[in-house]
Every structure is written in structure tokens, then in C-alpha cells.
């Protein structure tokens, strides 16, 4: 399996604008994450899927996020309309889920850039 | 509130020393502990892990302590070596949910 698979690498864009980052989860992996990564808070969980499913959605910081995951091989981030605050790396993960011996795996992140 | 704690957001040791990276954490229903590593541009790593039934657990040079009643646990590193340079992430999982929990980071540098 490649891993878990973010695109875009980078996006710059204007404030205002709407902004979709895309994440592919390793296959068979039925737990998915989304982390913002920034120098005062760290990695902060936005969301978790179990299933296809959002579980817990308390970390998005505001109605602008909102996360889809149609399917198990695909889910997307979605900022709408985007912030020069919301400058930061967003992480995907995957993971079996929480029991013993498991871990979850990270993507290589998006920067996102808004102006 | 900051349910992971890491206090120290960087650390300097010199090479072949023992670095000591130390968490908190506050969720008595955590189970499941990892440390991950971080390197620029790239994805956290999976490191070593530890369950809330056993306090050690050793994989080569990094070993993983766990103080339930402290509620704290400490990653081992020796010898350091400079390929250890790298943003080390405490995580906690609470295994009656699925939300996976990280600390800040501490960023740590090894000395040639």
C-alpha cells in the first residue's frame, strides 16, 4: 500500500476563497483523522471517522470546516470561506483504530497558505 | 484544556548522551500511549507505543516508561544520535472512543 495519500502538497490562496483538501486512507483502515499542525497548539484533531462516519467534529474550529468522507477511500476537508488564520499544515490519518498494538499512519500533510 | 501535555518544547543533548522526552497526560480513560516523530515536510512517524497495562516497553535504543498514577510517561533515547533531530510527539488514545490525542511537540536537537 503507498500510505495515506493528501493532495494538494501546497495551496496558496486568497482570503475569501474555498479552500478542499483531499485525503486518501490506507485500504482496509477504518478510523480517519484530521489534524491542523500549528506552532501554538501542536497537532489538533479536527475530526475522526469510524466507518465512513464523523464521530467527533468538536475540534473544527468553526462553520467555515466541514469534512466529508463519502467513501472509505476518500475524504475531503473543506474551508469555506478560508482565513489567513486557517495558515497551517493539515494532516490526514488512518488507523485499524484503537486497540492494542495498532497506530495510526499519517499522510505528508497539506500547507495552506491563505493570503 | 490540554488533555496531552508535553511542558518542554525543546530539548538539546549532545550526541551519545540519553535524551528524555517526558508527557502528561489528564484523561484517566487514556489506554493506549505512542510516541511519534516528526521530521520538516513530512508526516509524523510511528515510533514505539505503550499500553496503560505495562509501565516499560523497550524497542532498540527507545525506550517508553509509563506512570499511571503520575498519569506521565517519558520516552528514552540512548545513545542519542544526530538522526534523532526531530519533532517527537507524545499521543494518547482513549480506547472506549476513537479520538487520537497529541501534545505540542518537543523539538529536539542532538549535538555532534
Known amino acids: 500500500d503507498a500510505g495515506v495519500i493528501q493532495s494538494p502538497r501546497h495551496e496558496v490562496t486568497e482570503m475569501g476563497q474555498e479552500v478542499t483538501l483531499r485525503c486518501k486512507p490506507i485500504s482496509g483502515h477504518d478510523y480517519l483523522f484530521w489534524y491542523r499542525q500549528t506552532m501554538m497548539r501542536g497537532l489538533e484533531l479536527l475530526i475522526y471517522f469510524n466507518n465512513n462516519v464523523p464521530i467527533d467534529d468538536s475540534g473544527m474550529p468553526e462553520d467555515r470546516f466541514s469534512a466529508k468522507m463519502p467513501n472509505a477511500s476518500f475524504s475531503t476537508l473543506k474551508i469555506q470561506p478560508s482565513e489567513p488564520r486557517d495558515s497551517a499544515v493539515y494532516f490526514c490519518a488512518s488507523s485499524l483504530g484503537p486497540r492494542m498494538n495498532t497506530e495510526a499512519f499519517f499522510g505528508q500533510g497539506t500547507r495552506l497558505t491563505v493570503v | 484544556d490540554q488533555q496531552v501535555k508535553q511542558n518542554s518544547p525543546s530539548l538539546s543533548v549532545q550526541e551519545g548522551r540519553i535524551s528524555i522526552l517526558n508527557c502528561d497526560y489528564t484523561?484517566?480513560?487514556?489506554?493506549?500511549f505512542l510516541w511519534y516523530k516528526k521530521y520538516p515536510a513530512e508526516g509524523p512517524t510511528f515510533l514505539i507505543s505503550i499500553s496503560s497495562i505495562k509501565d516499560k516497553n523497550e524497542d532498540g535504543r527507545f525506550t517508553v516508561f509509563l506512570n499511571k498514577s503520575a498519569k506521565h510517561l517519558s520516552l528514552h533515547i540512548v545513545p542519542s544520535q544526530p538522526g534523532d533531530s526531530a519533532v517527537y510527539f507524545c499521543?494518547?488514545?482513549?480506547?472506549?472512543?476513537?479520538?487520537?490525542?497529541f501534545g505540542k511537540g518537543t523539538k529536539l536537537s542532538v549535538k555532534p
Open positions: 484523561n484517566s480513560m487514556f489506554d493506549y
Open positions: 499521543a494518547a488514545w482513549d480506547g472506549s472512543q476513537g479520538n487520537l490525542i
